[in-house]
């Protein structure tokens, strides 16, 4: 069974089936209620595809099969391993169905090893007061901000529309003998342009580069060990966005013992806040 | 089988042995591996335990039988259901056990239901290049500000001593017409004292107010659906930190739908900071 126009999601990919998003996403059921799917190739990066479309895989096998109107309220992911090219599967169990709030475990599998295990928690969600506390930063319009180049640099990165407003990446010789901010402020969009959903608003959680890169100005074998999403926007409000470019303000604590710390803020049309994120990552050295 | 003397956690409880944290947290493994506990009643909140003695709880499982060294990285825990009181039961299982990096799963179940899940990022940390980017806001220190008092209040709130320098508890007896900062910032120790260990570290992390009390003014049906924990402390920062109360930093992004979030740092001696944590917690309206 084809699972792109058979789940609950917000929008489906009919006007772009060939996006190349769509299908680093597509998964097929089989009897048992398995999943399957490939790492793709148009996402690889160093080792493995990119994180963010490994999340938007598991995020998407775990809102299969979920009554109408659930949305997603948070994500995490633990990468446990570089996914190899070819095929993967995915197992999906519910923890606890409760009325308006259920909790999901999945486990991505190639072969007889685990790859990438995501917790999910998925709601009915309902209008109520609403305090959006955080403040988009005030920034040119995308359009007036250079794109990255990116072609003929790793395939997930010409997957992306990245202009860096702050703190962009500029690769050293050397690394800083004064360790730099973490932060970095930028406008990112699906390349080509595509309807946001809340699959490729988890993977967008996922594009911000390195923070130990930025702050050491060299790159250092490194990789997300787990990422958090927690989801802001409705339904309604990524309709509203479409595939209008979303802004992500990231940052970082703190760094030590291989290991440091990222925590990042999706911004939409009208300063709207739709996700935020933080995540682990190792480092070497 | 006895744990508390057992697992290779960096601080037993040998000096105190009836420290509520430590019956809180005691566990037992049976013959098939399964671990065994209670819902502490010195802890208790409104529906079930207090939040950061079930992450404890589920840490605890997963840091044992782990190699000599080992410390965690991140914990994400889902609360799917209140705890009842009484016995409940931990299963552990490994997910991916790298060289360095393990990925462990945790589930906490009372009866045939599980109430609560727990990914864990365990590893062990070598001497890296380190850079701490966020600083601790200065305050007065612990001792000249002044405590909460909690004597007869929900015994959770009784088993920490609670100094906040900023955005305090102020219950209403209607919600503000205008919707407040969802900021505090406090000093928090275990009550009476107790040396900081991994597993306290996770449970301070549960310890700040419901945010939608603190912009609303007044309670309403909440609790916390998934809390993450970024431990940033080494084994020898919290033998370094000892009893001494740490410093809690606390706000939120938004508020919509049922769900706000919490983003809250906990600081050490000398302004170290020990771990970051977020958050996704429902209220009802």
Redesign the interface.
């Known amino acids: 069974m084809r699972l792109r126009q058979s789940i609950p999601l917000n929008r489906v990919a009919d006007e772009m089936p060939d996006h190349p998003f769509d299908t680093a996403v597509a998964l097929t059921r089989d009897d048992a209620g398995r999943y399957h799917g490939s790492a793709p190739q148009a996402y690889w990066n160093m080792a493995g595809p990119f994180g963010g479309t490994t999340a938007a895989a598991l995020l998407r096998a775990a809102l299969s099969d979920q009554p109408e109107g659930i949305e997603p309220?948070?994500l995490?992911v633990?990468y446990?391993?570089a996914l190899a090219p070819g095929a993967f599967a995915i197992d999906v169990r519910t923890?606890?169905a409760?009325k308006?709030?259920r909790?999901v475990?999945v486990?991505m599998w190639q072969g007889d090893?685990?790859?990438a295990?995501a917790?999910v928690?998925l709601?009915l969600?309902?209008?109520?007061?609403?305090?959006?506390?955080?403040t988009m930063p005030e920034v040119p319009p995308s359009d007036a901000v250079a794109s990255l180049p990116t072609d003929g640099r790793l395939p997930w990165l010409q997957r992306y529309d990245f202009r860096f407003v702050r703190g962009p990446w500029r690769p050293q010789t050397q690394?800083y003998d004064t360790?730099q901010?973490?932060h970095s402020t930028l406008w990112v969009s699906d390349k080509p342009p595509r309807p946001l959903d809340f699959l490729s608003l988890a993977a967008l959680c996922d594009v911000f580069f390195v923070r130990a890169f930025h702050?050491?100005g060299t790159m250092v074998p490194a990789g997300t060990?787990?990422m958090?999403v927690?989801f802001?926007a409705?339904t309604a409000d990524l309709a509203a966005q479409g595939a209008a470019p979303v802004l992500g303000t990231v940052?970082?604590?703190?760094?030590?013992?291989?290991?440091?710390?990222q925590?990042a803020?999706v911004w939409g049309r009208n300063g709207r806040?739709l996700a935020?994120t933080?995540q682990?990552t190792?480092?070497?050295?």
């Not at 969600?125 to 955080?134: F, G, L, S």
């Not at 190792?282 to 050295?285: A, D, E, M, N, V």
């Open positions: 309220v948070a995490t633990n446990c391993a923890a606890r409760g308006s709030v909790h475990g486990e090893g685990i790859v295990t917790s928690v709601a969600r309902r209008d109520t007061w609403a305090h959006q506390v955080a690394a360790l901010s973490a702050v050491r060990v787990t958090t927690h802001h409705s940052d970082a604590h703190t760094f030590s013992r291989n290991f440091g710390d925590i803020q806040l935020t933080t682990m190792w480092f070497k050295q």
